[in-house]
């Protein structure tokens, strides 16, 4: 934080310790005459102490999180410290010699913060995909940041306020990027990605670094792209692995990017894997069968619908309301593997880069992409994908006043950012659209997770982002070069099959589209069956990691959870007059007796109550 005589001395140790969650946590608190930073870690990453200082010691740099250089250096000289330190010292003197320059080098997941005494002058840096959100506040000569917004809360200056248009962009987009860089709080902001915040005298200016930018290799075969995404994707992980005091394990799923990663782990014996999910799920099977054939140990969490609901609270606690709480199994889980891993390697952002994520699933969506002829038709095409309540729902949803109407409503600001997506084509424009706006997607648990065990994501190498930005939009469709990719990383690892077709990535592209649409026939059965039944009889389906639209129905403890949420006439979301609860009764009704699979908004409206008794229990403050 950067403050004036007014806030009192020790408001740095305040705000680090609400930040200090786990007995494991480490805390380390700075008090410098430009500002106060405090630190709290897992002692896994950086283990030095911080702030890392210049030579002249009037400049220093705090960070999380991890850069990684082709040419790590030597190791630290501290008993039981490998090369995942060190890189602060290097970031802050390439800053102080090329500025802002400097960083469109950095390969990784960090964010930092970069002081200058002398100057006084403050810099806040996060990573090109903001993987380590930095949230930030500033009135006039007042700047306070941390990673986590709860601690923004307890700056004495800061009146804590709901944020007015946040209801509207999560009920009607869910936690994609519409959000733009607002959090629950009035006031309080996410850095974007790729961007350096510079404070100076009072002053606050942001400076984009990076930004995704497609330049198609047209001349490049499917064969040939393939070997070049291989070749770039193990050197991303052989990157992320280099520090041998670290215990690294894949996270299995039944998809391919997991896998992927273990592919380009191929020899590494220290490596093990883990994966988690309801127990006879597809999700567990299918993720065994890759560590068998990888010859990988595997450590299994399967649990009950009815262990998820213990940690819904956590996930709010931890997110500051920004994850569902349909991921509390991943708390679940991270309680379980802490101990037995140092860093996580995800493969989550593969398909979304590589696959083409806005268009892998279904033909008639790639068609309508193809042939949209103005942002204004891309972004009706897109609606349709990712919209969580449609346009006359959410009015029936909310009271007016946090609706909105004209440039101010929702629906206005999406079809803004789609117009601002970049791109020579409309695929490039909707895959750029679907990277920007679902960069908080990527971060999907990877916050909760940062509590019990660093985590790290090779997808997201600089390299190897290169690559993916050359690959011609036809080679991204339908996984075709992905699925190429995957057998020039390993023919054995994809012979599996994939959970979302039950075929081998191997197979061809025809039977790998016929194979999507027979592995969503349980799903609609499922909903035929709760349907005609009148939800009495409801059949799991296996896809996945959980059953949502089941466990709402079946489990005791998600029925009771619904009951102290949505179903109470006494919660804070209708007593604050933001929601209609005849709205939702109708909504929880229609699903529990099978008219309508309504569980991704049921889980959106806990998540919006369970936020608003966390952190305005005491009122949302006075509105425009």
């Known amino acids: 934080m950067r403050g004036s005589g007014a806030v009192p001395p020790r408001t740095i140790d305040v705000m680090a310790e609400d930040l200090v969650h786990l007995p494991s946590h480490k805390k380390e608190v700075y008090h410098g005459s430009v500002l106060d930073v405090g630190r709290v870690h897992l002692g896994i990453f950086n283990r030095e102490p911080q702030p890392v200082f210049g030579s002249g010691k009037t400049s220093g740099i705090v960070g999380e999180g991890m850069v990684y250089y082709a040419d790590p250096g030597p190791p630290s000289k501290q008993a039981g410290v490998g090369y995942s330190t060190g890189w602060l010292g290097r970031v802050l003197a390439s800053f102080q010699d090329k500025g802002v320059q400097a960083l469109t080098e950095l390969n990784g997941s960090f964010s930092f913060v970069i002081f200058d005494e002398a100057d006084e002058a403050v810099h806040l840096v996060g990573d090109r995909f903001g993987t380590r959100p930095l949230h930030y506040w500033t009135k006039g000569k007042e700047l306070a940041f941390a990673t986590e917004a709860k601690a923004i809360l307890d700056y004495p200056l800061y009146s804590k306020k709901l944020n007015p248009e946040a209801p509207k962009k999560f009920f009607r987009y869910g936690r994609l990027g519409i959000w733009g860089n607002e959090t629950w709080f009035e006031g309080i902001q996410v850095l974007p990605p790729g961007s350096v915040l510079t404070w100076r005298e009072g002053r606050t200016d942001i400076v984009q670094y990076w930004d995704v930018n497609y330049r198609e290799d047209g001349d490049a075969g499917e064969d040939a792209m393939s070997e070049r995404l291989a070749a770039a994707f193990r050197r991303a992980v052989a990157l992320r692995t280099r520090d041998k005091t670290l215990r690294y394990s894949v996270g299995l799923s039944g998809g391919l990017d997991s896998r992927a990663v273990l592919a380009a782990c191929a020899g590494r014996e220290d490596i093990t894997t883990y994966t988690f999910g309801i127990r006879g799920f597809y999700e567990l099977a299918i993720a065994g069968r890759v560590a068998r054939a990888a010859r990988a140990p595997h450590m299994v969490c399967a649990f009950t619908p009815e262990e998820e609901t213990k940690f819904v609270e956590e996930v709010i606690e931890l997110s500051d309301g920004a994850e569902l709480?349909?991921?509390?199994?991943?708390?679940?889980?991270?309680?379980?593997?802490?101990?037995?891993?140092?860093?996580?390697?995800?493969?989550?952002?593969?398909?979304?880069?590589?696959?083409?994520?806005?268009?892998?699933?279904?033909?008639?969506?790639?068609?309508?992409?193809?042939?949209?002829?103005?942002?204004?038709?891309?972004?009706?095409?897109?609606?349709?994908?990712?919209?969580?309540?449609?346009?006359?729902?959410?009015?029936?949803?909310?009271?007016?006043?946090?609706?909105?109407?004209?440039?101010?409503?929702?629906?206005?600001?999406?079809?803004?950012?789609?117009?601002?997506?970049?791109?020579?084509t409309m695929p490039d424009k909707a895959d750029y659209f679907a990277i920007k706006t679902r960069e908080r997607f990527l971060n999907m648990g990877h916050v909760l997770t940062r509590n019990y065990f660093e985590d790290s994501v090779p997808a997201l190498d600089n390299g190897f982002i290169d690559v993916i930005t050359r690959i011609p939009v036809e080679m991204r469709y339908h996984h075709r070069v992905y699925r190429k990719f995957l057998r020039?990383?390993?023919?054995?690892?994809?012979?599996?099959?994939?959970?979302?077709?039950?075929?081998?990535?191997?197979?061809?592209?025809?039977?790998?589209?016929?194979?999507?649409?027979?592995?969503?026939?349980?799903?609609?059965?499922?909903?035929?069956?709760?349907?005609?039944?009148?939800?009495?009889?409801?059949?799991?389906?296996?896809?996945?990691?959980?059953?949502?639209?089941?466990?709402?129905?079946?489990?005791?403890?998600?029925?009771?959870?619904?009951?102290?949420?949505?179903?109470?006439?006494?919660?804070?979301?209708?007593?604050?007059?933001?929601?209609?609860?005849?709205?939702?009764?109708?909504?929880?009704?229609?699903?529990?007796?099978?008219?309508?699979?309504?569980?991704?908004?049921?889980?959106?409206l806990i998540t919006f109550e369970l936020t608003l008794r966390r952190f305005f229990s005491d009122g949302i403050g006075e509105r425009r």
């Open 488 to 604: 020039s990383l390993s023919r054995e690892l994809s012979d599996i099959p994939y959970t979302r077709t039950g075929l081998s990535p191997n197979r061809g592209e025809t039977m790998w589209l016929i194979g999507t649409v027979l592995t969503s026939a349980p799903n609609r059965a499922s909903r035929t069956l709760a349907r005609a039944s009148r939800g009495r009889i409801v059949l799991p389906t296996p896809m996945g990691y959980v059953d949502f639209s089941a466990s709402l129905r079946r489990s005791a403890c998600w029925r009771d959870l619904m009951g102290r949420t949505v179903a109470n006439k006494n919660s804070l979301m209708y007593e604050y007059n933001i929601v209609r609860k005849d709205y939702v009764d109708r909504l929880v009704r229609d699903h529990m007796n099978g008219r309508r699979d309504n569980r991704e908004r049921i889980h959106y």
């Open 325 to 424: 709480i349909g991921l509390s199994f991943i708390v679940l889980a991270d309680k379980k593997f802490q101990g037995s891993v140092d860093v996580a390697l995800d493969g989550i952002a593969l398909e979304l880069l590589s696959g083409n994520f806005v268009a892998t699933k279904a033909t008639p969506l790639t068609e309508k992409i193809i042939d949209a002829k103005s942002p204004s038709q891309l972004a009706e095409v897109l609606e349709h994908k990712w919209a969580v309540f449609g346009k006359e729902e959410l009015r029936l949803l909310l009271y007016p006043e946090f609706v909105g109407t004209g440039e101010q409503s929702v629906e206005a600001a999406f079809l803004r950012m789609v117009s601002q997506s970049k791109g020579s």
